[in-house]
């Protein structure tokens, strides 16, 4: 019956904005679980770099490789920040593509049509890249097609290495940077390590915290 009324019926404008508004919401509420776990992300990092210091501290022997897992936590959380306020920044984004989307569809009830919006147009292009969003913001920019908002669809994903360009590489200073907010008036300035070799066990239980983390990471952009 859908198809039959969809041939010989104009969509409703009311149903497009419905189903628009809902795919807003469905995208808007995805972002906000992901800033909400990268912030949990955020706070156990933490105390990885709060931990690392004190056992430096408590035990002479282990300074150095205390001092360079707090680094190593450190350009961790850089990376957890970057994405953080990638996010925020496209639910920034996401909030004015409704806008102006409700405000296009009321200009269609008063005057009887609807303009294409590059504006809308440019948002939803950067929006739709995301992997976060890919899915779900395809589907709303077919809705926008079909209701003339925007003349075409939309490009592919971002690789990961444009969305986190430089996250491998992060400058000393902001390592530094890092260390000295989270550790200032606490546990003093964590100096860089004189590298040597930690022990096997430390080793992997370290590595293991950072695959956690990282795999964390990935699942959000997945």
Do not use: H
């Not at 022997?61 to 920044?89: N, P, V």
């Amino acid at each position: 019956m859908e198809t039959l009324k969809a041939v010989f019926w104009k969509p409703d404008p009311a149903a497009q904005m419905r189903k628009c508004n809902s795919l807003i919401r469905s995208n808007t509420r995805k972002l906000d679980r992901d800033i909400a776990q990268l912030k949990l992300l955020d706070s156990k990092t933490r105390q990885y770099i709060i931990q690392a210091s004190k056992r430096g501290q408590k035990d002479p022997s282990r300074a150095a490789q205390a001092a360079k897992e707090s680094r190593t936590f450190a350009r961790e959380m850089i990376r957890i920040r970057k994405q953080s306020s990638r996010l925020a920044t496209s639910k920034a984004q996401l909030q004015s593509v409704q806008m102006q989307v409700n405000e296009a569809f009321s200009v269609r009830k008063i005057e009887g049509s609807i303009r294409a919006s590059t504006g809308i147009m440019k948002d939803v292009n950067s929006l739709v890249r995301l992997p976060e969003l890919t899915g779900t913001m395809r589907e709303l920019s077919q809705e926008l097609v079909k209701a003339g908002i925007i003349e075409e669809m939309v490009g592919d994903s971002l690789p990961d290495d444009q969305l986190m360009e430089g996250e491998d590489e992060e400058a000393e200073t902001e390592v530094d940077k890092v260390l000295g907010e989270i550790l200032q008036g606490k546990l003093g300035k964590v100096e860089t390590p004189v590298v040597e070799e930690p022990a096997e066990e430390e080793a992997e239980e370290q590595e293991a915290t950072l695959e956690e983390m990282r795999g964390r990471l990935e699942a959000l952009k997945s």
